[in-house]
């Protein structure tokens, strides 16, 4: 079986160099071409464009940042269903919308390709560990073909029901992401304004109901550190919110605190802070006290 792997980023670069531990002829392909040397000194195959690696490939996964690059990818005139070929399977495994999942699945279907929505939870540390959460929407019996790619991946792998239902699911976590980050960082400075000690505040509360990943991830990894580089950037956690208030809105669904908190990370990336780990957000509510 040929795996090309497109996007080698923070998760895909992990996730790509799994696969190919795992002993599958892996391909990668990556804007920046220093994410594919380090892909390449790991065992990957490189040095093929995106045409011929969806002429060749056997499955096509992808793991983008942005629904732009999605589209491109997939529907664009030199991407993968133009090239693919019947019987192939895509797995995408980005954070976008079930509309546009909709769109690639019915692009894809006119050439008897099959497609997978995949999106993932669990960050860069399970990308690295194997460890990931896995929601994926398609038909079952595909879904069943490569589960034994997903199992190289992830720990918890879900079939969540057609196309699109994946990203349903991973687009309610991000939103529950979201509102535990800005929760946990204002409790943080609750603390540190009213001179609570910070790691005594964290054991306590990492003991009581107000614990949760979140909360553990952000301090004990970056804010116990004072270092924020980006496991998962903050930028991205907007756009993954805002892919929620238009589902919500698209649906007649009332969101009370949806839209505060997207504005309070849309304010966030646009300081100094877009670039930085989704647990920056504890440096603008900081910057916010002055």
């Known amino acids: 079986m040929k795996v090309a792997f497109i996007g080698l980023g923070n998760m ?51 793991c983008l940042p942005f629904p732009a690059d999605v589209e491109e990818v997939f529907l664009g005139s030199d991407g993968i269903v133009a090239n693919g070929h019947a019987g192939q399977i895509l797995i995408d495994f980005s954070t976008v919308s079930p509309d546009l999942n909709h769109k690639i699945e019915k692009e894809a279907a006119k050439k008897g390709i099959e497609f997978l929505d995949a999106p993932v939870s669990g960050g860069n540390f399970g990308a690295e560990s194997g460890t990931l959460s896995i929601m994926v929407g398609g038909k079952k019996e595909v879904f069943h073909k490569v589960y034994p790619l997903f199992e190289v991946l992830g ?108 504005s309070l990370f849309q304010q966030a990336k646009e300081s100094s802070h877009g670039d930085k780990d989704m647990s920056a957000m504890v440096l603008y509510v900081k910057e916010l006290q002055k």
């Open 155 to 262: 720990k918890q792998i879900y079939h969540t029901g057609p196309v699109g239902s994946g990203t349903i699911i991973k687009l309610i976590n991000q939103y529950m992401v979201g509102v535990h980050t800005q929760a946990a960082s204002e409790a943080f400075i609750i603390g540190e304004k009213m001179g609570i000690d910070g790691p005594l505040m964290f054991d306590i509360l990492n003991a009581s109901y107000a614990q949760s990943r979140i909360f553990e991830r952000h301090y004990t990894n970056f804010i116990a550190q004072n270092q924020f580089q980006a496991g998962f950037a903050l930028k991205l956690l907007f756009k993954d919110l805002t892919l929620v208030q238009k589902m919500a809105e698209d649906n007649d669904i009332n969101l009370p605190i949806g839209k505060p908190i997207t």
């Open 12 to 62: 895909g670069l992990p996730m790509s160099k799994n696969l190919v531990k795992a002993n599958y002829e892996v391909y990668g392909l990556n804007r920046s071409k220093g994410r594919e040397q380090l892909f390449a000194e790991a065992g990957g195959k490189t040095g093929y464009s995106l045409p011929e690696l969806a002429r060749i490939a056997d499955v096509m996964m992808t």
